[in-house]
Nanobody, 111 residues
Framework: QGQLVESGGGSVQTGGSLKLTCAAS????????MGWYRQAPGKERESVAI???????RYSDSVKGRFTISRDNDKNTAYLEMNSLKTEDTAVYYC?????WGQGTQVTVSS
């Protein structure tokens, strides 16, 4: 049975940085492709960045130029490096792959 576990969330001030990690077991991130999503209080879950099985990366307009998605196939782990964080980036961040979701990790950005 596959599992995704996110980590790396926390509280930072605006302009700060965080790096999220998504560790996969029982599935292959490089075969399924994967994505990072977030859900802020009172809002719907939205896509932040995706990394397809063919190696294409796409970002939402709101994070383009600030966030970077990457993947280590040997470790079967994905990352989301977040720089220049804004208060509107505050949300629970989830990784998803092979129709599975992780439990989420909270990111809070304060001014």
């Amino acid at each position: 049975q596959g599992q995704l576990v996110e980590s790396g969330g926390g509280s930072v001030q605006t302009g700060g940085s965080l790096k999220l990690t998504c560790a996969a077991s029982g599935l292959r991130l490089d075969l399924c492709g994967m994505g990072w999503y977030r859900q802020a209080p009172g809002k719907e879950r939205e896509s932040v960045a995706i990394f397809t099985s063919t190696g294409i990366r796409r970002y939402s307009d709101s994070v383009k130029g600030r966030f970077t998605i990457s993947r280590d196939n040997d470790k079967n782990t994905a990352y989301l490096e977040m720089n220049s964080l804004k208060t509107e980036d505050t949300a629970v961040y989830y990784c998803a792959s092979c129709n599975l979701w992780g439990q989420g990790t909270q990111v809070t950005v304060s001014s």
